[in-house]
């Protein structure tokens, strides 16, 4: 079984800051893609940023100049680090992986269980 634990949420005053980090584990051969979405109420969740195994990163426009995104292969680990927080960025944040469990499977995806960010004064 593949595990995707995430930690780092929390409440924050506008334009303070947050460190997520995203930590799979079990069964591992190969991790392609992470990333962090998230989901606001009553909204469809959204793409924040994605790292790929080579390092390429990807952002959705709002967060670009503000959010960074980092991971550890070592560790099999994501981190998002967002700077200039606004109540917009208010949501559920969860992390997602394409994990090959074994040699010779296909990545699947995986997705962490969520942690609230509240971006709020």
């Known amino acids: 079984q593949v595990q995707l634990v995430e930690s780092g949420g929390g409440l924050v005053q506008p334009g303070g800051s947050l460190r997520l980090s995203c930590a799979a584990s079990g069964s591992i051969f190969s991790i392609d893609t992470m990333g962090w979405y998230r989901q606001a109420p009553g909204k469809q969740r959204e793409l924040v940023a994605t790292?790929?195994?080579?390092?390429?990163?990807n952002f959705a426009g709002s967060v670009k100049v503000r959010f960074t995104i980092s991971r550890d292969s070592a560790k099999n680990t994501v981190y998002l680090q967002m700077n200039s927080l606004q109540p917009e960025d208010t949501a559920v944040y969860y992390c997602?992986?394409?994990?090959?469990?074994?040699?010779?499977?296909?990545?699947?995806?995986?997705w962490g269980q969520g942690t609230q960010v509240t971006v709020s004064s």
């Open positions: 790292i790929s195994s080579g390092g390429r990163t």
């Open positions: 997602n992986a394409n994990i090959a469990p074994r040699v010779w499977t296909s990545y699947t995806p995986y």
